[in-house]
Every structure is written in structure tokens, then in C-alpha cells.
């Protein structure tokens, strides 16, 4: 994969995806080989804090501001990882895992960083130039990186609470009950024989009876509820103020090379 200087700087931040276009994580540094060609990058994939996954840069492609590589989403996140922030060069041991977890043919052993930068301007015709120590000196350009993880925290408690309540049941229920009526009939002639006269006091007994509602509750299972937790991932914007170093030279105009 050849790319620029530009590209390479351009490389950091940008977000990497599998061969199906799921998002792996974002590139945190590049590695190059001896002869200065971008070899490797690190995947910030959120998961293991401090650490970054090692990812081949030889086979992924660049495109639409994204870096695909041609393996699934666990491949990568499961490679040997990094330091995050590291500046240390990738040891022979490391080489040799990356290799064998990606399935590739041993390369050179790469060095960190970008490839270096172009040639500095040298002597004017006629000119010699000896430096020595003392003829040197210099200041280190400083600047902050945004490094940007998760860290998980309670976001609150989801609870099952379950309590009675009471409702008012309105309903019918047939019910009987006895009622009495009375009956007058004359003694015929026809059936005076079956009737004996007797003057006297006398008493008859009718029991009656009557039904009234009897109520009965019975406790059945209507419903089931459960508490089931999702997890879902979601891009959230982060804002932030990083500060970086200039330095400007003031060189006397006399003394000032062409260049």
C-alpha cells in the first residue's frame, strides 16, 4: 500500500472497519519498515484501555476516509497489542506473532513513527559545510494528542416491584328463594267424605327456603415480566482543546542560508 507523507499523517484518528464495513475502532499510530514504507498501525478498539490491537497496513485499503482491512471485526480486537502512546519499536518477538496471527510472510522488522521527511537543503556551490557540536542547537516541539476511551460507570438501577392493588368487581349471580301463596277451595259434596269436621285450633308448618351468594377467590398466574439488558454502542461527539508548540526561528538576515 504506497501512500504519501500526507496520507500517512492523515492515517491518524481515522476510523477502521472489517471486510463487511462493522466498525473495529480508530488507528492510533503507524509503524514503517526500514526503508521508511508504512507497514503496520495500532486499532484503539475501546476495549482494552491502555492497550491498542496491532493491525496490518500492507492489505488494508483507504477509502472514504476509512481504513478497511480484509479480516472480521474479532481477528483484529484479538491481535497482539501495544502501549498506547508508545514510541518503542516493534521487537522481533512481536514481529513474529503478528505475522503468524495475520497468517502473512515474515517482513522486515519496522521502526515507529512516519517515513522520515525529505532531504535537507545542502551546501550552495563552492561552499563547504562542517558543523560540530557546538555549532548545533535545538528545541523539542511539543504537542498534546487527544486520546479518547471509554470507561464504564452505573448509569442507574432498573427495578421489578411488584404490589396489590384493589378494584371494585361488579357482577351477577342467579339466586331462588321460596315464596307462598295461599290457596282457597271450596268442600264439594263429591269429597265431603274425605274431610272430617273438626272444630278446634290447629297449626301447619311450610319450610321455605331461599339461596344467597357465596363469594370464593382463587389465585392464578396471569402474566410473566422480566428485566432484560441490551447492550447497544453508539458514536458520541467529543469536543476537546488540545495545545501544540510553534517555533519560529529569528536568524539575521546576513546569516540566513538560500536556499
Same mark, same amino acid.
Given at each position: ?46 476495549? %482494552?484501555?491502555?492497550? &491498542?490491537? %496491532? ?8 477509502? &472514504?476516509? #476509512?481504513?478497511? %482491512?480484509? +479480516? ?12 498506547? /502512546?508508545?514510541?518503542?519499536?516493534? /521487537? ?9 496471527? +495475520?497468517? %502473512? ?38 504537542? @498534546? ?13 432498573? #427495578?421489578? #416491584? ?16 321460596? &315464596? ?15 274431610? #272430617? ?7 301447619? @308448618? ?24 441490551? &447492550? ?28
Amino acid at each position: 500500500m504506497n501512500l504519501t507523507e500526507q496520507q500517512i499523517r492523515s492515517l491518524y484518528g481515522q476510523d477502521v472497519q472489517d471486510r463487511s464495513g462493522a466498525r473495529i475502532g480508530s488507528v492510533g499510530q503507524v509503524w514503517a519498515d526500514a526503508a521508511g514504507e508504512p507497514t503496520w498501525v495500532s486499532v484503539k478498539t475501546g476495549v %482494552m484501555g491502555h492497550h &491498542e490491537s %496491532m493491525a496490518p497496513l500492507t492489505t488494508a485499503r483507504m477509502q &472514504e476516509g #476509512r481504513l478497511t %482491512m480484509p +479480516y472480521d471485526k474479532a481477528t483484529v480486537k484479538s491481535a497482539p497489542t501495544i502501549d498506547a /502512546g508508545t514510541d518503542e519499536p516493534l /521487537g522481533a518477538d512481536q514481529i513474529t506473532q503478528l505475522y503468524a496471527h +495475520y497468517g %502473512m510472510s515474515q517482513q522486515p522488522t519496522p521502526k515507529p513513527g512516519p517515513p522520515p521527511g525529505g532531504p535537507r537543503p545542502g551546501p550552495r556551490p563552492g561552499q563547504q559545510e562542517r558543523r560540530t557540536p557546538q555549532d548545533q542547537q535545538e528545541l523539542v516541539r511539543s504537542e @498534546e494528542r487527544l486520546r479518547v476511551g471509554t470507561q464504564s460507570e452505573p448509569a442507574g438501577t432498573a #427495578r421489578l #416491584r411488584k404490589y396489590v392493588v384493589t378494584e371494585d368487581v361488579h357482577t351477577t349471580v342467579p339466586v331462588e328463594h321460596d &315464596e307462598v301463596r295461599v290457596e282457597r277451595s271450596p268442600v264439594t259434596s263429591a269429597d265431603a267424605g274425605d274431610v #272430617r269436621p273438626d272444630i278446634g285450633e290447629a297449626e301447619r @308448618e311450610l319450610t321455605l327456603r331461599r339461596e344467597r351468594p357465596v363469594v370464593r377467590k382463587d389465585q392464578v398466574p396471569v402474566e410473566r415480566v422480566r428485566l432484560a439488558r441490551d &447492550e447497544v454502542v453508539e458514536d458520541q461527539p467529543v469536543d476537546e482543546r488540545v495545545r501544540r508548540e510553534r517555533i519560529d526561528a529569528d536568524v539575521p538576515e546576513p546569516s540566513r542560508r538560500r536556499a
